[in-house]
């Protein structure tokens, strides 16, 4: 049994010590006691020299490097310890000088192929029984080792491996400087951008300037005729009334007469004239500013995106057009009640003839008769809504980012109605609903969250290190997708919130519309595209392109029409939806 205590005095283990008797000094295992665990001697091993516990000799009878030693048993063995054998130190095959980090004191001799370990004499013992491990002397199996085959192999494989990570390094250098180079013409086209905004600004201001000062030049003009034709008068009334004081001193009662007849008609005709003055359209000037301009930059909530493309990793591979494709019309959806240009954000199809979107920018909720292609109906809410998703056939649900509201809305006799609301805990904007459950995307920060009908979390995803930006989510019985236009990727969960999918390399992709076969349009707003992705994020084909900044998107499986809206700032994109007919 392992006795405890400190090990022996260097002198009590010196070859020249001797023991007096068995009581004088007890004798311990060498191998065991190596690995400090003191164990009594049970027998000893001439050709090792070395004392050996019960389990060590009898492992030696056992071991195919050591079971024809020549064993003594306890009653046999030295009553001194002896000198460690001399291939400890000395005679050492040519390169065997290598000191076991397990056991200090023995020197590195055997190989393990099972383990693939470098071993010493007291590893074989103890953990590499050649019973169960196939363990050879070094020496046994060293000498055909140069210039070999295994050589030349070992040698071309750390070669390649080395020119592996060289190369690597010069991609990374490449990855490292193209990334700094585009971030640098980002900043420029950042500067350009501010000062195209700075331009149209000023001249909109000189606009309204140029017609201010229009307006003052009309009445500086008025004004030095009215002074002109006032001095005039003046001037021609002093000499008439001096006349007439002249003829009435002079008592020339016939001239005077006559001149005050004269003065009469004189004094009617600057009647006309004081009217003719006093009817010029003299105006108070007040600024009234273009709230618009302001309300939509407070509405932005960035100065632009900076998107980003993965470099060192494999896009979704893309086919072009493989679908056949013809384009249905538009439809206008803006009307008397907008104030300004449309922001179709979300998009349902109710039925083949019946859409729903979403405006955010005039803050409602519209009805599209597809057979009339005309808004029927428009709903008003408080702030801008942003997704929709259906709830029921005759109950939607859409999103208030600014307000962290869902609110849902009820359809009756072909009229959307306002109900109830639930709040959030976040800048709101993907939903989509599936059996009762409602997975909502959210930014500042990004994540996602899976709630009941009453608003109750069941599972919070944290988009750290997943997303971004999470603009659209859509959800099936299998998956959910989250499109994120800063990352550049569609990206596929399950219900437990684990990815389980995902395709990078995308331009920026946007709005998404689900297909009954469980296929994924998305709008990609940098490569003004519109893909479709499987259910898998495996692979996708491009179904429409060169369009005009599409951002929304809604598939109809019955008809096979693909509407979509667009973001482009100006009348003919943005106040239309778009239709293209796929087969």
Avoid at 491 to 518: A, F, H, Y
Wanted: proline share 3%; with cysteine; charged share 25%.
């Amino acid at each position: 049994m392992a006795v405890s205590g400190k090990k022996a005095p260097k002198h009590l283990l010196s070859s020249t010590t001797s023991m007096a008797s068995d009581k004088d000094l007890q004798i311990y295992c060498q191998p065991c006691d190596e690995e400090g665990t003191r164990l009594p001697a049970h027998g000893y091993c001439t050709d090792c020299k070395e004392h050996l516990c019960q389990t060590c000799f009898a492992a030696h009878k056992i071991s195919k490097l050591s079971k024809h030693h020549k064993l003594q048993d306890a009653t046999n063995m030295p009553k001194v310890l002896q000198q460690p054998s001399p291939s400890f130190h000395t005679g050492q095959s040519d390169g065997l000088t290598t000191p076991c980090l397990k056991h200090s004191k023995e020197l590195i001799k055997f190989y393990c192929h099972d383990h693939v370990e470098f071993l010493c004499s007291v590893c074989v013992t103890l953990e590499h029984q050649t019973t169960f491990c196939q363990v050879d002397y070094i020496p046994d199996i060293s000498g055909d080792i140069i210039d070999s085959k295994e050589y030349q192999v070992i040698l071309n494989a750390l070669n390649t491996t080395s020119d592996k990570f060289q190369q690597k390094v010069e991609d990374l250098k490449k990855m490292a400087y193209k990334s700094n180079s585009s971030l640098k013409e980002s900043l420029a086209a950042i500067k350009k951008f501010r000062q195209e905004i700075n331009q149209r600004l000023d001249e909109l201001e000189r606009q309204t300037e140029d017609a201010a000062k229009v307006n003052e030049q009309d009445n500086n003009k008025h004004l030095k005729a009215a002074e002109t034709t006032y001095e005039d008068i003046n001037k021609s009334l002093k000499e008439l009334s001096e006349k007439i004081k002249q003829l009435n001193t002079s008592k020339q009662a016939d001239k005077l007469f006559k001149e005050l007849k004269l003065a009469e008609k004189i004094m009617k005709d600057m009647e006309e004239k004081e009217l003719k003055l006093s009817s010029y359209d003299i105006k108070e000037h007040h600024f009234k500013a273009n709230v618009a301009i302001l309300t939509n930059l407070k509405a932005e909530k960035s100065f632009g995106t900076l998107t980003q493309r993965t470099l060192n990793k494999k896009a979704l591979p893309i086919q072009i057009q493989s679908r056949q494709s013809s384009h249905e019309g538009e439809i206008r959806v803006k009307t008397q009640q907008d104030k300004i240009l449309c922001g179709i954000r979300g998009m349902l199809m109710l039925t083949p003839d019946l859409l729903i979107i979403t405006d955010r920018n005039n803050n409602a909720v519209k009805m599209v008769d597809i057979s009339s292609q005309s808004v029927s109906d428009q709903l008003q809410l408080d702030a801008g809504p942003w997704d929709i998703t259906p709830v029921t056939n005759k109950e939607l649900a859409v999103t208030l980012p600014y307000k962290r509201t869902v609110q849902f809305i009820s359809i009756s006799s072909n009229k959307l109605v306002k109900k109830h609301t639930m709040m959030v805990d976040g800048e709101c904007n993907g939903i989509s609903y599936y059996q009762g459950k409602f997975v909502v995307s959210f930014v500042n920060p990004a994540k996602l969250q899976i709630l009941d009908r009453n608003g109750t979390t069941l599972t919070t995803i944290d988009g750290k290190n997943i997303f971004k930006l999470t603009h659209y989510v859509m959800c099936n019985k299998s998956s959910i997708y989250v499109s994120d236009s800063w990352m550049n990727t569609v990206t596929r969960l399950n219900w437990q919130g684990e990815v389980i999918g995902g395709c990078t390399g995308m331009g920026q992709p946007i709005g998404m519309s689900l297909s009954d076969d469980g296929t994924v349009f998305v709008c990609d707003l940098k490569e003004n595209v519109i893909q479709e992705i499987t259910g898998d994020c495996g692979t996708g084909k491009v179904v429409l392109k060169n369009l005009e900044s599409p951002y929304a998107v809604c598939w109809c499986e019955e008809t096979k029409k693909l509407y979509f809206s667009g973001w482009h700032r100006d009348e003919k994109n943005d106040n239309f939806l778009h239709i293209y007919k796929l087969s």
